[in-house]
């Protein structure tokens, strides 16, 4: 496959006339659009953006790459716009971009296509090659200089793999030797512009080098265990993970990827000093203090953050939607009013088909709050750390802790392992941080939030009265404050009181809160999308059932990944939707099942307006404080 298989006649644009990125992206995706290649253009266009907001494609020298491998492409394609007086793009050194090529990669397992798009890649690494594009008078010409340079020059791949093994160590013979790995998220364009950007400076400065990279198409030209030992320098430049344990006491540099393209002469200047640190295989605790000494403390939280929810989601979703159609088989199958009080608790368990999915989403919900801190602490202390956070965070949810508690035993766990690390080298991994875990969590972390809980449940007992709507307004508040933990429980656990005493207005306010701040997010990751990983993107509808269910819990890997302004949010929305259903005298006679126990909500119509616009505020004071993803 050629470049000029990608690269269609009515995909290409000589003159293009934009005056910002965005329109430049929206050009070019028009443009790309043309050739057929598309399926559906405006996710094609999203996923244009969204890879945007992880870094520049915008990679210096007046050249552009966005790209996108999606379900939206139905064929592998390329996009091109010369732009004769530049716009400004973000790119990497500041200045105008004035040639742009798109990237349009089917979501498929036949790689062939990219070894074509990674050739191009680097062919636009050549200064000749680009200036001789950005002057082009017709389109054949532009295909014309495309065609020569594909023919003439080898792939980046088979050409950094180099001659056999005899000639190679001729060439090497006497030589300074680097080796280098590159890698991006996406695998596509960054990758190997990084590869070839290190060979060229490499060469420039007479060294041997081997480049090892990790695209989509898997990785290539892969460093031996001889080579990475008789290496006098090595270069990691790459934004996606990197199996790193084999360059345990080499000296390694790390950066990012784009490094690799804009600051590669930097690099192998820093590789020739001599000046870097021998790599620390991660389980070491130099490797760790190494690691985050490069960080910053904010960046170090929301990295250990990250893990910990990353590896959470899949058990909140799973979990929550198993739930949810636990409700929903119940919701249709009994009538709730005809069942006496004591049986309407047992609501998502009544029929045995419903009790078979309520038990096993539960059990998934069972391990949320284990794995959350389980993973912050193996971010933290590596694998050792992974038991000792597992057991703190398993302590937290069966005592009265909760989704804070497994907060506090993640980070606590974590550093607890790194510091026994030092003190205890010979005891087994993981044992002794098990048993202080145990200790800390159950003398120093639990007595004081639950002392916390029975305070919060014997203000709420002297509240409850006249002030009602300010009371609808605590208790709605209290329902995002730690999404099912003991603050969250002692407003549920007052609600379920006051139906046995006959007080129905009380439990409406506390569903109602409860039901806010996975709506809110859910709004929020559809209205506010360059606030959101695309992780958190593709969660986010899956927050719309478990907040129609009245499951709180599907807010938590977002409250984790940014506290300090998702629960804001959420409690503020969740305040008012509490607030609004006390002053419109809803009224609600099952303690659980969201919008599938709407026919037992008294004025269920202002019911509905007390979640809405309780949504609403929360997704919009949660749009305006959270940062771009861009910048953080």
């Known amino acids: 496959m050629k470049i000029r298989d990608l690269l269609a006649v009515e995909s290409i644009d000589l003159n293009g006339k934009v005056t910002g990125k965005n329109e430049a992206l929206d050009a070019m995706v028009a443009l790309m659009a043309k050739s057929g290649k598309i399926n559906d253009v405006e996710k094609y266009r999203k996923g244009v953006y969204a890879r945007e907001e992880e870094g520049t494609t915008g990679i210096g020298e007046g050249i552009a790459i966005p790209h996108c491998k999606s379900d939206a492409v139905s064929r592998p394609g390329l996009a091109a716009m010369v732009i004769k007086d530049g716009v400004d793009f973000d790119a990497l050194d500041g200045e105008k971009v004035s040639l742009i090529f798109l990237i349009a990669a089917p979501n498929t397992e036949d790689n062939v296509h990219l070894d074509v798009l990674s050739k191009l890649s680097v062919l636009l690494m050549n200064e000749e090659f680009t200036e001789s594009l950005r002057n082009a008078k017709t389109v054949e010409e532009f295909m014309n200089i495309i065609n020569d340079a594909d023919e003439k020059e080898a792939g980046i791949d088979e050409r950094l793999a180099g001659a056999d093994e005899e000639s190679t ?105 001599g000046n870097v640190p021998l790599y620390q295989a991660k389980g070491s605790s130099q490797a760790a203090d190494s690691e985050e000494e490069s960080d910053s403390v904010g960046h170090q939280i929301y990295k250990h953050l990250m893990n910990g929810v990353s590896h959470m989601l899949p058990f909140v979703i799973g979990g929550g939607i198993l739930i949810a159609i636990a409700f929903l088989i119940d919701g249709f199958a009994v009538d709730l009013n005809s069942l006496p009080f004591d049986e309407r608790s047992n609501f998502g368990t009544i029929t045995p088909m419903a009790a078979m999915f309520k038990s096993i989403g539960g059990v998934a919900f069972g391990f949320m709050l284990p794995i959350l801190a389980g993973f912050i602490a193996m971010s933290i202390a590596d694998r050792p750390g992974l038991a000792v956070g597992f057991v703190g965070g398993a302590i937290a949810a069966n005592g009265t802790s909760g ?60 509240m409850n009265g006249a002030k009602a709507i300010l009371l609808g307004a605590l208790l709605g508040g209290m329902m995002s404050v730690d999404m099912g933990g003991p603050v969250n429980k002692a407003a549920y656990v007052f609600g379920t009181a006051s139906i046995a005493a006959g007080n129905y207005n009380i439990m409406a306010a506390v569903m109602v809160g409860g039901m806010v701040p996975p709506l809110a997010i859910a709004l929020a990751t559809m209205f506010f999308k360059n606030k959101f990983t695309e992780e958190e993107r593709k969660a986010g509808p899956t927050n719309i059932v478990m907040g129609l269910s009245f499951i709180s819990e599907g807010a938590i890997p977002f409250a984790a990944s940014d506290p300090l302004r998702v629960l804001p949010s959420c409690i503020i929305g969740s305040a008012v939707a509490g607030a609004l259903s006390m002053a419109f005298n809803c009224t609600l006679m099952a303690p659980h099942g969201g919008i599938f126990v709407f026919l037992t909500v008294g004025h269920p119509l202002l019911y509905l307006v007390s979640l809405a616009v309780g949504s609403v505020v929360g997704c919009v004071i949660l749009g305006l404080l959270k940062k771009d993803v861009s910048k953080r």
Do not use: W
């Open 169 to 273: 160590a001729e060439e090497t013979t006497g030589k300074v030797k680097i080796l280098a790995v590159t890698s991006c998220p996406t695998g596509i364009a960054h990758t190997y512009m990084a590869a070839e950007g290190i060979e060229k400076a490499a060469k420039a400065k007479e060294c041997a080098v081997k480049v090892e990279t990790r695209g989509s198409g898997g990785a290539k030209n892969v460093l031996t265990s001889k080579e990475i030992e008789e290496a006098d320098g090595i270069i990691v430049a790459a934004d996606a993970q990197v199996p790193m344990d084999r360059f345990a006491g080499r000296p390694v540099i790390q950066c990012k990827v784009s490094d690799g393209i804009s600051k590669a002469e930097e690099l192998l200047d820093r590789a020739l000093n």
């Open 403 to 462: 989704f804070l508690g497994a907060l506090v035993a993640g980070f606590v766990a974590g550093y607890l392992v790194r510091l026994l690390k030092k003190l205890f080298e010979k005891l087994p991994e993981g044992l002794e941080g098990i048993f202080l875990i145990g200790v800390i969590m159950t003398y120093v972390v639990e007595p004081p939030i639950g002392a916390l809980n029975v305070m919060i449940n014997n203000g709420l007992n002297s």
